[in-house]
Every structure is written in C-alpha cells, then in structure tokens.
Nanobody, 122 residues
Framework: QVQLVESGGGLVQAGGSLRLSCAAS????????MGWYRQPPGKQRELVAT???????YYADSVKGRFTISRDNAKNTVYLQMSSLKPEDTAVYYC????????????????WGQGTQVTVSS
C-alpha cells in the first residue's frame, strides 16, 4: 500500500506564508508527476500546481508568482511554498502523486493525500 501524508497547514494572516509538505510512503518504486489541488469552502476542487519527475512545473494563474512547488525525490516528498497569501487561498489542500509500486507495474496510479486545512484571515 501507498500513503501520502500532508503537513504544514494552519491559520495565517493575509500576506503571510506557509509551507506544505507531502511524503509518500509504503510500496513506492517510482513517482512521476506530483502536485497539489485545493478545495475552497463550497467550491469544486481545483488544480494548484504540478511538478513532473523531469520537466516544467505548472501553476494555476491564481497562484503564479506567489506559490512555488518543489520535490525531493530521495525523500518521495513534494512541497508547496505559499507566500503573499490571500483570504481566497483558504481551502483544504490535497497532494497527489502518480506512483508505480514495483518495476513490474504497467502504469502509474494516482494517489491522494488526506488533505490539510489552510485558512487565511483578512
């Protein structure tokens, strides 16, 4: 089995910063794309940022210039550095990872973390 465990959420004032972490554990052979989604209160889940194992990162327009996604492949961990936070960034943040559990696996499967709450006060 594979687990994604997030940490780093909390309450912060507008203009502040937070750093989210998400570590994959269990039967992880390799990880392709890792990313972050968020679900604001009463709204649908939306993509925030992605980072492939090699290649270009992607950011939603709403977070460009304020959020930075990175990863540590040795630790199977993805990070989201959030700066200049706004009240509209308030949401439950979920990490995702496309994981192969063994070298014999035919494809990658997407796994989700349990979510971490980020609340930005005005």
């Amino acid at each position: 089995q594979v687990q994604l465990v997030e940490s780093g959420g909390g309450l912060v004032q507008a203009g502040g910063s937070l750093r989210l972490s998400c570590a994959a554990s269990g039967s992880v052979f390799s990880i392709n794309v890792m990313g972050w989604y968020r679900q604001p209160p009463g709204k649908q889940r939306e993509l925030v940022a992605t980072i492939p194992s090699g290649g270009t990162t992607y950011y939603a327009d709403s977070v460009k210039g304020r959020f930075t996604i990175s990863r540590d492949n040795a630790k199977n961990t993805v990070y989201l550095q959030m700066s200049s936070l706004k009240p509209e960034d308030t949401a439950v943040y979920y990490c995702t990872a496309d994981i192969k559990m063994s070298r014999f696996a035919a494809t990658y499967y997407t796994r989700w973390g349990q979510g971490t709450q980020v609340t930005v006060s005005s």
